[in-house]
């Protein structure tokens, strides 16, 4: 088992730029997060599909942000216009369950500057 | 809405000390609550979690007891180990009527670095 696995983990955009991360899940976990962290902000919450469907993404600054899931075992996070306020940890976690307390997994992120 | 407060940002101990880390919560409804421990330049990873029987979870010599009457879900470890530097965050999955939905919703962290 692979673990989640994001791509790329570096990547460098300058401003006004479009950004397309991609993460693939756990495969047979049917819930797929996007989290987003920063020194200042922490942890917070952007968007989360269950069964590829897109369920809650109220954390997601709605224009400029899309998430997508087009199949089980890929899901990618678009940032179009990129600010330099954007510039932080973009990590993707995966559960087996979409149940509350089922134990999410993280990936290892992928570090977005924004120049 | 649904919070989490960490008070402590940082929390420096020499080994061997008792661990305690405050985690308080504000929801609606009853919560699962959550610890992850994320170490240097890795991915966050799941600590522990409460249990809805009220059992207290433990792990790795942590445990944390969670406490509806004061919101409060404190992680504690009897003794600090070097390997127990890193950030710790307080989670919540906020509970909606008779559902549960996964999001989690974070502290602030608490960095804890334990010296010799």
């Known amino acids: 088992n692979a673990g989640v696995i994001q791509t790329p983990r570096h990547k460098v955009t300058g401003k006004g730029q479009e950004a397309t991360l991609w993460c693939e899940p756990i495969s047979g976990h049917s819930a797929v997060f996007w989290y987003r962290q920063t020194i200042v902000q922490g942890l917070e919450f952007l968007t989360y599909f269950r069964n590829q469907a897109p369920i809650d993404d109220s954390g997601m600054p709605k224009e400029r942000f899309s998430a997508q899931m087009p199949n089980q075992s890929h899901s990618t996070l678009k940032i179009q216009s990129t600010q330099p306020q954007d510039s932080a940890v973009y990590l993707c976690?995966?559960?087996?369950?979409?149940?509350?307390?089922?134990?999410?997994?993280f990936g290892p992120g992928t570090r977005l500057t924004v120049l | 809405g649904d919070s989490v407060t960490q008070t402590e940002g940082l929390v420096t101990l020499t080994e061997g000390l008792p661990v305690m880390l405050n985690c308080t919560y504000q929801s609606t409804y009853s919560p699962f609550l959550f610890w992850y421990v994320q170490h240097l330049n890795e991915a966050p990873k799941l600590l522990l979690k409460?249990?809805?029987?009220?059992k207290r979870p433990e792990h790795q010599g942590f445990h944390a007891t969670l406490h509806k009457s004061s919101s409060s879900f404190h992680l504690q470890k009897s003794s600090a180990q070097l390997s127990d530097s890193a950030l710790y965050y307080c989670a919540l999955s906020p509970l909606i009527a008779s559902s549960s939905f996964s999001k989690l919703v974070f502290g602030q962290g608490t960095s804890l670095s334990v010296v010799p």
């Open positions: 976690a995966s559960s087996l369950d979409w149940w509350g307390e089922a134990e999410q997994f």
């Open positions: 409460s249990f809805t029987d009220n």
